[in-house]
């Protein structure tokens, strides 16, 4: 039987509560599918920068480089911050060193109750971002400047390989889907964003059977409130998809049912759209949900798509009753209690 090693990265914050929950699901699917999973927890996060003095430790990242999948919970806490003042972000490091371009959330409505705007009901919001996980304005975060400076710049990076293949996956999974890809930019202002409107627009030309749409990004996150039911797949540059991608998760309940799946030429880390949530921490009450659809989009990946299907059929079953929900959603029902009834779904 295959064996697949996956390494856990609880991190901080509500992070160790949502992974524990989520692996729980995964050990609940596992007997029904072809295949197992040896689980390997690694130190990483603001608290393992605190306990060693590195965020990040050397023998962390060769875990998850030797593993087959990666599974994260979040990471960084607000008080724990470099001399420059910006957050330890240790999940933001592994993309690059991982080389994991592609940032793929999937934004899925299971139930009405979730969304705050009137009239959709579940499935009716069903698209996925492509964020471009390893340049655009992120490229500058390593910079630092000088203490007293009185002007400082960041760059915003786009490469022809770096724009073709987050563009091509993109098209790729369209093609899977309902055939329509939006281009997200800011090409009617920024040089980057036209070079990347015109790959973007040469890559179109090989999906003749893809609906293409060019959206500049503040139009985009009026059209994500006034028509969400029109998207499919969107792509876009690295902190446009990082604004998007909480705007998107607040029309199906927020952070905590949004899931991602940060994908590379060998690699793959999957962990929840949201952050460590500290005002929340240690409360026993995050939800769930978007670490287990990650683990969900996890077994896609590694080739168990049926394993992905049954968790998400499951979690939809859970979330069709609206009285399965957590504090997030305006519930009562605590993480495990939200695991538990997925389990029981399953
Ligand atoms: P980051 O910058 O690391 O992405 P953030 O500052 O955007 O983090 P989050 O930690 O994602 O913030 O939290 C944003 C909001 O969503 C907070 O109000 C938080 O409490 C809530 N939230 C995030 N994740 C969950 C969850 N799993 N369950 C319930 N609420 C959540």
Known sequence: MKRFKVILLPGDGIGPEVVSEAVRVLKAVEPHLEVRFDLEEQPCGAGEYLR???P???????????????????????????????EMVPQIDIRE???????????YLYHEVHCPLKGYGAGEIDFVIFRENCEGLFASRKNSYPVGALQVEDTLRITRHGAERIIRAAFEWSMKRRKKCTLVDKANVLPTMAYFRSIFDEIAREYPEVTTE??????????????????DVLVTE??????????????????????????????GVFQPSHGTAPSIAGKGIANPVATILSVALMLDWLGVPQGGEMIRQAT???LADPANRTADLGGALSTSGMASKIIEAL
């Not at 690295?238 to 690699?267: C, E, T």
Request: net charge negative; proline share 7%.
């Open 238 to 267: 690295n902190m446009f998809g990082d604004i998007l991608s909480d705007l998107a998760a607040g029309l199906v309940g927020g952070m905590g049912m949004a899931p991602s799946a940060d994908i590379g030429p060998r690699h």
């Open 52 to 54: 060693s003095g590195d």
């Open 97 to 107: 060193i991982l080389d994991l371009y592609a940032g793929i959330r999937p934004i």
């Open 214 to 231: 060019r959206v500049y990004v503040d139009a985009a996150s009026l059209f994500l409130l006034q028509r969400p039911k029109d998207f």
């Open 56 to 86: 990040l430790p050397a023998a962390t990242v060769e875990a998850c480089r030797a593993a087959d999948a990666t599974l994260l919970g979040a990471m960084g806490l607000p008080d724990v911050r470099w001399p420059d003042g910006t």
């Open 316 to 318: 939809a079953r859970v």
